[in-house]
């Protein structure tokens, strides 16, 4: 569904802002300022192990998230979920490497306790300057949008929820009758196409946005051609919303100016962050569990006959068939081109692996899967490629989840989308959820979702 607030980052990428390239240092440095701070506090040396630490915790902070469009009660959660994220990835990196011995635990705990205080404040410091600034009156930037149809009206509320930015939405302009244009756009259109380069020019607009459908061609060429008279930014918006957006953006391919509507959130330094994140947190954990991986493989050979390991095939990044691994949970697997979920009740899984399948202990062995490359902690997850031929006709935009590599658990399973998936209706609702993550990834997304999958292990009911 359309979000206003979050117009730019659903449509293209724009150019990093001021405020975008503010808040990418504001949080590591916050976060690491407390910790000294709080060193000094207490007497506390800077040794090595503080050094390094700084140096981990700034790596992992950097970039920030931009706060400073959300309210104060977003801000406050989105920072305390991400810094209990943060925090117990420090922590295994710290058992992991037994370098917990080096750091005071009156010192981690203040830490602990003052740094989201002290990023929700400096978020809410910026949200008033850019409130101040954003008020004065050679900071207000007037806007008109140049069709009063459906996106017309969808720019327009984007622009009158910015306000904080210093746009100030004027009116419509559309040749149309009153029957054929919104109807909270009637009281508000200011003329027809023809009378646009003359209200910019005698009322100082700064920005015009165009949305006509593409059709209307010579409309637009001829507007363009008025309005670049004057001195207002143009701004042409596509009517692309009837399709999934993902990571749209605009980019320039030898002078060619080219319009990307679909395409993977893990490239350039994305791509680099994501697998190093993988293979740094999927090395940990592989180390942690292999004691517990080696006694399920012998519990499930001894519950009945047949191999420890299942090897599945399904659809990796790009829609490459793979082979991925789980603890066998069933006396029989399907892995054909007929495959049947697994239900409740279903005779075919054996009592241990009911036990395995509903804390998704059979998951455990695709963290070798993660540091071979073919999966990801975080993603989408794999289904059967008998269920990939089968969905990818019913459910529009079904292969797009396959633009990234899948995942061990993903955003539709932390938001109740685990196990069966009986009707269609489940089936789309889990993909949209996967299209939103490949929307909106970022380090911290990620981390959450780790952090909510380790507490539906222990507590959800929903897997067979």
């Given at each position: 569904m359309f979000n206003n607030r979050n117009y730019n980052r659903t449509f293209f990428n724009a150019p990093q802002s001021v405020t975008s390239f503010i808040a990418a240092f504001l949080e590591p440095l916050v976060t690491v300022a407390s910790l000294l701070g709080t060193m000094?506090?207490?007497?506390?040396?800077?040794?090595?192990?503080s050094m390094a630490l700084c140096l981990?915790?700034?790596?992992?902070?950097?970039?920030?998230?931009?706060?400073?469009?959300?309210?104060?009660?977003?801000?406050?959660?989105d920072i305390v979920s991400s810094w209990v994220s943060m925090l117990l990835i420090l922590w295994l990196c710290g058992y992991a490497t037994n370098s917990l011995m080096f750091f005071d635990f009156t010192v981690m705990l203040s830490w602990?306790?003052?740094?989201?205080?002290?990023?929700?404040?400096?978020?809410?410091?910026?949200?008033?300057?850019?409130?101040?600034r954003a008020s004065l009156p050679n900071a207000r930037r007037r806007a008109i949008v140049v069709g009063a149809g459906p996106l017309g009206g969808k720019v327009a509320r984007a622009l009158q929820s910015n306000l904080?930015?210093?746009?100030?939405?004027?009116?419509?302009?559309?040749?149309?009758?009153?029957?054929?244009?919104?109807?909270?756009?009637?009281?508000?259109?200011?003329?027809?196409?023809?009378?646009?380069?003359?209200?910019?020019?005698?009322?100082?607009?700064h920005e015009v946005y165009i949305t006509l459908p593409l059709g209307s061609q010579p409309r637009i060429v001829e507007l363009l051609e008025a309005v670049?008279?004057?001195t207002a930014s143009l701004y042409f918006v596509p009517d692309v919303f009837g399709i999934s957006i993902i990571q749209g953006r605009l980019q320039d391919m030898n002078g060619v100016p080219v319009v990307g509507i679909c395409e993977t959130?893990?490239?350039?330094?994305?791509?680099?962050?994501k697998r190093v994140s993988d293979i740094i947190l999927g090395s940990i954990i592989v180390v942690l569990i292999s004691p517990i991986l080696l006694g399920l493989a012998i519990a499930v050979k001894l519950s009945s006959p047949g191999p420890a390991i299942f090897r599945q095939k399904r659809n990796g990044l790009d829609g490459e068939e793979i082979i991925v691994y789980k603890f066998r949970?069933?006396?029989?697997?399907?892995?054909?081109?007929?495959?049947?979920?697994?239900?409740?009740?279903?005779?075919?899984?054996?009592?241990?692996?009911?036990?395995?399948?509903?804390?998704?202990?059979?998951?455990?062995?695709?963290f070798i899967n993660v540091l071979q490359g073919r999966m990801s902690i975080v993603g989408p997850r794999p289904h059967a490629v008998a269920h990939n031929e089968e969905y990818r006709r019913l459910i529009k935009a079904y292969m797009?989840?396959?633009?990234?590599?899948?995942?061990?658990?993903?955003?539709?399973?932390?938001?109740?989308?685990?196990?069966?998936?009986?009707?269609?209706?489940?089936?789309?609702?889990?993909?949209?959820?996967?299209?939103?993550?490949?929307?909106?990834?970022?380090?911290?997304?990620?981390?959450?979702?780790?952090?909510?999958?380790?507490?539906?292990?222990?507590?959800?009911?929903?897997?067979?």
């Open positions: 000094a506090y207490y007497d506390e040396p800077v040794l090595r192990a981990l915790v700034f790596a992992l902070t950097f970039p920030g998230r931009n706060r400073f469009n959300d309210s104060r009660l977003e801000a406050g959660v602990a306790v003052v740094t989201p205080l002290l990023q929700w404040i400096a978020v809410l410091i910026g949200k008033a300057i850019l409130k101040h904080d930015q210093g746009t100030e939405f004027v009116g419509y302009f559309d040749d149309r009758t009153d029957s054929r244009v919104l109807s909270e756009a009637v009281s508000m259109r200011l003329g027809g196409l023809r009378d646009v380069a003359n209200y910019v020019y005698a009322h100082s607009i670049q008279g004057t959130p893990f490239t350039g330094t994305n791509e680099l962050v949970s069933m006396r029989s697997q399907d892995n054909g081109t007929v495959v049947k979920q697994a239900t409740k009740g279903d005779s075919r899984i054996t009592p241990f692996g009911a036990f395995i399948r509903r804390t998704s202990l059979d998951e455990l062995p695709q797009v989840r396959h633009k990234v590599r899948p995942g061990i658990t993903g955003w539709a399973q932390v938001n109740g989308y685990r196990g069966e998936t009986e009707t269609i209706d489940k089936m789309q609702a889990r993909v949209e959820f996967d299209l939103e993550y490949l929307r909106n990834w970022s380090l911290g997304l990620d981390l959450q979702i780790i952090i909510r999958t380790i507490r539906l292990m222990i507590f959800d009911r929903n897997a067979y």
